[in-house]
Nanobody, 124 residues
Framework: QVQLVESGGGLVQAGGSLRLSCAASGRTISNAAMAWFRQAPGKERAFVAGTNWSGGNTNYADSVKGRFTISRDNAKNMVYLQMNSLKPEDTAVYYC?????????????????WGQGTQVTVSS
C-alpha cells in the first residue's frame, strides 16, 4: 500500500508560481511511475505531468509544457510539481498518483494509488 499526501496548493494571481509536493509513505516509490493529474469543476480528471521511476523520462500535457516541471526525490519518497506562469485555466484540484510500474501512462485508470488532492486557484 502507498499513501500519498499532497500539499502546496493555494490562491495565486495569474503569472505567479506554486510548488506542489507529494509525500509518499507505506512503501518506497523508487520503482513507481508518478504523475500529477488535475480536475476542474465539471471536467474529467486529466493528466498534467508524469515521471518514470528514475526521473529520467518526463511527460507533460501540451497545456502545461514549458511552464510546469515535475521532479522526484526517491531518497525522500517525494514528488514535486513546480508550476510557473500560472493561468486562470490552471485552476483545479491537483492529485498525485502512483502506479507500480516503471514507466508513465496518461490514463488515470492505470494508477492504483491517489492522494486526496490539493486545490489550486489562479485569479485573473
Amino acid at each position: 500500500q502507498v499513501q500519498l499526501v499532497e500539499s502546496g496548493g493555494g490562491l495565486v494571481q495569474a503569472g505567479g508560481s506554486l510548488r506542489l509536493s507529494c509525500a509518499a509513505s507505506g512503501r518506497t516509490i523508487s520503482n513507481a511511475a508518478m504523475a500529477w493529474f488535475r480536475q476542474a469543476p465539471g471536467k474529467e480528471r486529466a493528466f498534467v505531468a508524469g515521471t518514470n521511476w528514475s526521473g529520467g523520462n518526463t511527460n507533460y500535457a501540451d497545456s502545461v509544457k514549458g511552464r510546469f516541471t515535475i521532479s522526484r526525490d526517491n531518497a525522500k519518497n517525494m514528488v514535486y510539481l513546480q508550476m510557473n506562469s500560472l493561468k486562470p485555466e490552471d485552476t483545479a484540484v491537483y492529485y498525485c498518483a502512483a502506479r507500480i510500474a516503471l514507466e508513465v501512462r496518461w490514463s488515470p485508470s492505470l494508477y492504483r494509488y491517489w492522494g486526496q488532492g490539493t486545490q489550486v486557484t489562479v485569479s485573473s
